[in-house]
């Protein structure tokens, strides 16, 4: 069963575009330089408009994660329990995925992870992450 | 903002709590304000006021039409659930105070037993992260996809970096929901009120680890409703008034979607908030008698505890520990309802029921000459909290 999917729109196309050619795109802000994930117009951290699109290196650390049991939904039911987390990628942003390739309870904090991607649809790819 | 004791809560109301009550949210909403306006002596016509939920089903427009409403010169509605029913009575009295009405309704009506759903509307009864549509936006679209779906996903993620950060355990996380049990072992309107043990939580199921189901809170049937009122009214009061003594919100770039929560210090804006609302009232935490925090997930609640100030950053698990939160004599009883952990889930709404309760010395699991009472909302949340006194 397939998961629930993006529904890309003009902010956010660029990311899951970049996704399907299986590159990590976020946002720089063109004015102080601060990363941001999940795309958006503005800078949170000085407003500015003015933004790069950069490709991100893949790496990242394991801030926190779960073991998910359930309930949960159907798509993801086959496969509890699934460890999900939040990565800090080392461009500084925060990103939400499962976290692959160690059992669930072998996760640490600060655990090395790179991008997977998953083709889930023939316009969609998601990232995941797997112990580096 | 101060209210100088500008309004007061004079009436509550709520139906009964159950996992099917078998009547539409309508019908919920319409007998928990009757019954909040009967508490407080006052009739339809005398409600010149709506607060409300942004997501209840039940509108400003369907309110005054089903209880026949022919005055209302306020209404606001507030978005974010249960970040927000401290929105929702800060706008009722703030309305009062700059003149805009003197007699408010506010409520929450929620049909969410798990077989209650009785539309296919995002907000129509059952739980609303399982009627997610194939394709998302917003939001969610970064979380969903890849199995972060339900509240309880989300809250685990946070409480396994407040455990990292500072050392808290399950055993913290088990104690908040045992003293919230233990104050509804007397409340007969708690839908749970068996006796709980540590040993009990520790032996319920993970759900989405490091929580475990009686970390989580009950989806429930059921409405709560208040009436706020001027100074004026609430002299001529039924009942001893709660007086709202101050209240603060807060919001910034950061709740609890977990791709956002991380990356903002929200201490930042919570602890000004905090400071408004002490600065305010002029009292400090150790003057309130009772608090009532929002615990739809126990850690929530150690959030809290920090957030306004009756412990330093990181130290809930200490606060807790020893029985800090149980009434009468913990120094600091929390929920004394049994909250949205034990009574019933009602985005926090019935909160207010059993704060007011406490100020008028009726609850069933009374703080002695409790004269001050905290209530805070859903601290993964935009937030705020109110703080209530008898005098």
Known sequence: MQPPLPAPNPDTQEFWDGCRRHELRIQRCADCGTARFTPRPACPRCASLRFAWITCSGRARVHTWTVIHGPTLPAFADRTPYAAGVVRLDEGVFMVGQIRGCDPHAIHEGMRVAVEFDDVAPDVSLPHWRVA | MGSGKRAAIVGIGQTAFAKQLGITE??????????????????????????????????????????????????????????????????????????????????????????????????????PWEKVAPRIDGMYQWQVPFGVAAPVHEMALIARRHMLDYGTTEDHFGEVACAIRSHATSNPHAL????????????????????????????????????????????????????????????????????????????????????????????????????????????????????????????????????????????????????????AFIHGFNNWNEAVRQLRGTSTCQVPDAELVLVAAASSDPYGAVLLSAS
Do not use: K
Not at chain 2, 81 to 110: E, K, L, N, P, Q
């Open chain 2, 26 to 127: 309508a019908e919920v909403a319409c007998r928990a304000i009757r019954a909040a306006l009967d508490d407080a002596g006052l009739a339809p016509r005398d409600v010149d006021g709506l607060c409300l939920y942004d997501i209840e089903s039940n509108g400003v427009a369907e309110i005054a039409t089903m209880l026949g409403f022919r005055g209302v010169r306020f209404f606001s509605t507030h978005s974010h659930g249960g970040g927000s029913y401290c929105a929702i009575v800060t706008s009722a009295a703030a309305a009062i105070a700059a003149g805009h009405a003197r007699t408010v309704v506010a409520f929450r009506a929620r049909n969410r037993g798990r077989r209650s759903g009785f539309g296919s509307g995002m907000m129509e009864g059952g739980r």
């Open chain 2, 192 to 343: 749970m009120r068996e006796p709980m043990t540590l040993a009990d939580h520790h032996a319920s199921r993970f759900v989405a680890e490091p929580l475990r189901l009686l970390d989580c809170c009950i989806e429930t049937d059921g409405g709560a409703a208040i009436v706020v009122v001027d100074a004026a009214r609430a002299r001529d009061a039924r009942h001893r008034p709660a007086w709202v003594l101050a209240s603060a919100q807060c919001l910034g770039p950061a709740h609890h979607h977990p791709h956002d929560w991380f990356g903002f210090d929200r201490r930042r804006w919570i602890r000004a908030a905090a400071e408004r609302l002490w600065g305010t009232a002029a009292v400090r935490p150790d003057d309130v008698d009772a608090a009532m925090l929002y615990d739809h997930f126990t850690p929530m609640v150690l959030l809290a505890l920090e957030d306004w100030g009756f412990c330093g950053e990181g130290e809930s698990g200490g606060f807790v520990d020893g029985g800090a939160l149980r009434a009468p004599h913990g120094r600091l009883p929390v929920n004394t309802h049994g909250g949205q952990l034990s009574e």
